[in-house]
């Protein structure tokens, strides 16, 4: 695998890797720890549509990082804390369709990017999404001052519209995790029945909101620098991302 390339990004026919197993695992890690550079802290973008696996993917790339380069070296940090409150939702309209590219608040997470690229001589805290409750929970995720490289990860990290095109300006390099429709939908089902939709109102959700997202978010994947199978062996097991 090609190291990471120097200075700003240059997207286009991104290379697509698997993770499957512990080599191409650690390609990948070294791939990221290769951004941190001048000891500067780096932030690594998990683009990908509902259900494609990328949370399991940013979990099991900072296992590998700290694993390689000590504990506390990478944090995950979702996007997902940023969705609007219900309240704010049911305002808006916008309840029924949660999860849309609408229905968070993005100029949060560049405020939030830029934070933890210019902040790192004190705490940088950022939302979580408890699914328990539907919400986000703020000030959840703690970015250390030690942590070199954060990755931040979530479906829109590349639509082509502010504020998100800020956002990816700010990351050092974007991957894209690319999982298939069937198994992305099977997830997704299953994410939504424990949730507590009955099944018949999950396929329905899963085909019509986050099927209605994934059109969205698979159109910018020719903006990634790397697409990652979302299918191999370090995120097949994706219940959530």
């Keep these: 695998m090609d190291t990471a390339p120097d200075g700003p990004r240059h997207p286009g026919s991104a290379p697509r890797v698997g993770p499957d197993g512990i080599d191409g695992l650690d390609a990948l890690a070294r791939r990221a ?3 941190v550079r001048d000891g500067r802290r780096a932030v690594l973008g998990i683009a990908g ?7 399991t993917l940013a979990q099991a790339l900072v296992a590998r990082v700290d694993a390689l380069a000590g504990r506390g070296t990478a944090a995950d940090v979702p996007m997902d804390g940023f969705h609007l409150a219900n309240a704010t939702l049911d305002r808006l309209g916008r309840h029924e369709r949660k999860g849309a590219v609408d229905t968070f608040d993005g100029w949060g997470v560049l405020a939030l990017v830029r934070r933890l690229r210019a902040e ?5 805290y950022a939302p979580s999404f408890d699914r328990a409750v539907d919400e986000g929970v703020t000030g959840a995720i703690a970015v250390e001052p030690g942590t070199r490289l954060v990755v931040l990860e979530g479906n829109y990290l590349l639509v082509d519209e502010e504020p998100w095109t800020l956002v990816a300006a700010e990351l050092d390099e974007a991957w894209f995790c690319a999982t298939p429709d069937a198994d992305r939908a099977s997830r997704l089902v299953d994410r939504h029945t424990a949730g ?4 018949a109102a999950a396929e329905a959700w899963a085909r019509e909101v986050d099927g209605a997202n994934a059109r969205l978010v698979e159109a910018t994947r020719g903006r990634a620098d790397l697409v ?6 370090a995120v097949r097991d994706a219940a959530r991302g």
């Design 33 to 35: 720890l290769g951004l």
């Design 120 to 124: 790192a001589d004190h705490p940088v």
């Design 228 to 233: 990652v199978d979302g299918t191999a062996a």
């Design 196 to 199: 507590g939709r009955t099944p």
């Design 49 to 55: 549509s509902p259900g494609a696996g990328k949370t």
